[in-house]
C-alpha cells in the first residue's frame, strides 16, 4: 500500500541542523490520516518524536518541541523533519511512519549528534 524511504541522516555538531526527507510512494499522502517519525538510540526503546496529520495538525514529543518541525509536501509526496538545535541525546535511528490501519516503517535513518 505504501513503500517509504528515510534519507538525510549524519553526523553533525551539537547545536547544528539536518533535515530528514521520507519519500513515500505507492499511495498518496493525501490518502494517509497520519505519519511521524520515530527514533531508537542503542539500548533505548522506539520513541515517538513527531507526528503530523493530513489536515496538517502537529505532535511533538516534550523533548524536541521548539526546535524540530514536522511537515509533509503532498506535491512531492515527502515528508521532512527539520532539527534544529540538535543535542547528543538526539542521538539515533529516525524512523517514518505511516498509519493506514497499520503501521508502515521506513528502513530508518542514522543521525548522530557529536563533538
Known amino acids: 500500500q505504501v513503500q517509504l524511504v528515510e534519507s538525510g541522516g549524519g553526523l553533525v555538531q551539537p547545536g547544528g541542523s539536518l533535515r530528514l526527507s521520507c519519500a513515500a510512494s505507492?499511495?498518496?499522502?493525501?490518502?494517509?490520516?497520519?505519519m511521524g517519525w520515530y527514533r531508537q538510540a542503542p539500548g533505548k526503546e522506539r520513541e515517538l518524536v513527531a507526528t503530523?496529520?493530513?489536515?496538517?495538525?502537529?505532535n511533538y514529543a516534550d523533548s524536541v518541541k521548539g526546535r524540530f518541525t514536522i511537515s509533509r509536501d503532498h506535491a512531492k509526496n515527502t515528508m521532512y523533519l527539520q532539527m534544529n538545535s540538535l543535542k547528543p541525546d538526539d542521538t539515533a535511528v529516525y524512523y517514518c511512519?505511516?498509519?493506514?490501519?497499520?503501521?508502515?516503517w521506513g528502513q530508518g535513518t542514522q543521525v548522530t549528534v557529536s563533538s
Open positions: 503530523v496529520t493530513s489536515g496538517g495538525s502537529t
Open positions: 511512519n505511516a498509519k493506514i490501519y497499520f503501521d508502515y
Open positions: 505507492g499511495r498518496s499522502m493525501f490518502s494517509i490520516n497520519a
